[in-house]
């Protein structure tokens, strides 16, 4: 090839990318507002959010793997709640001479191998430790917490930790990568989770989502996770959230969200009539939280603590055409090692 057909070859490629993310862009745009970034400097790399359904203006979050075992609650605007018996002690967003930075609500006799997800549903909190790049994990659970005040209370105990494994591994890793799940909702006391898949490596892309349950557990052995549903289009799913109302199921990954409405049939809550918006990384970041502000209205929170307001309005149906290889190609972009 001459350097003018690898010249030419490059601009079309260059002009086709930039063109698929003005799309992209436009199409968010039109369905996502920025709010706020949160600012508090302890909340480094955010990967789960869920709204309280019983303490007003306030929103649970968590850090990702690594950190502490410990849980930080917002209010609406972005800022850290701390209990006023402690403002003495510690700051907030602002450093305070003669204070520490504050720690979070601490949850003891815990481990953070993996925070992927959190949940809030019949009075408890529930925290997915199911992040398993490797696709290696035989240490795979869920933690349970009765929902502590989040302006009264510094330390939690869980109620639980309930061991976990997929029915369909039976290696470790297996020869493809399907059992890593950053996406977790409750229903009438059932726990379900997603999955994010790669291919036959960490960095191998692959599209394609499975949906598990748990209906009854016990916390001194490993319980087998129950398939119940999937759908091939969904990209990298990293969150999941049900709506107030039971009526949405919301689903978001990074380079896009979708909506599933309530199934006919138990448990499958991918095979109705989707919804599904186009995601720029490039405005919305990587996107790893999500929860319900109201039936309505959605938040979508990045791993840097940028928050996105979506309206449920705004998401349009999923017309049945595989959105998944711009995904990929958009993923690519940013992060060249993958493949």
Known sequence: MNNLNKFLTGLVLFLSIVFIDRVLIAQQDNAVTKLFDVEFAEISELSGIAKSRQYEDAYWVHNDSGDAPRLFALNGEGKVLIPP???????????????????????????????????????????????????????????????????AIFR??????????????????????????????????????????????????????????????????????????????????????????????????????????????????????ARRVGLSMLTTGVAEAITWVDDSTLLIGNERGGVFQVNVEDIPLYGGQSNWEEGMEQFRRMFPAYR
């Open 85 to 151: 018996f402690l403002n003495g002690q510690y700051h907030g967003e602002e450093t305070e001479r003669g204070k520490e930075s504050w720690p979070g609500l601490i949850v003891e006799l815990a481990a953070n191998i993996d925070w992927e997800d959190i949940a809030v549903a019949d009075g408890n909190i529930y925290i997915a430790d199911m992040g398993n790049n490797g696709n290696a994990r035989r240490d795979l659970g869920i933690y349970v917490l009765t929902e502590p005040n989040p302006r």
């Open 156 to 273: 939690a105990r869980p109620l639980q930790f309930i061991p976990v494994a997929y029915p369909d591994q039976d290696s470790y890793p297996p020869e493809q990568w399907h059992f890593d799940s950053e996406s977790l909702f409750v229903l009438d006391g059932v726990i379900y989770v997603l999955t994010k898949h790669r291919g036959e490596g960490i960095f191998q892309l692959a599209t394609g989502t499975n949906l598990y349950r748990l209906r009854d557990w016990q916390t001194d052995r490993i319980n087998v996770l129950e398939k119940v549903d999937s759908h091939d289009d969904v990209f990298f799913a990293t969150a999941a959230d049900l709506s107030p109302n039971e009526e949405w199921l919301a689903v978001t990954g990074y380079t896009e969200l979708w909506l599933f409405p309530a199934p006919d049939e138990e448990g499958k809550w991918l095979s109705g009539e």
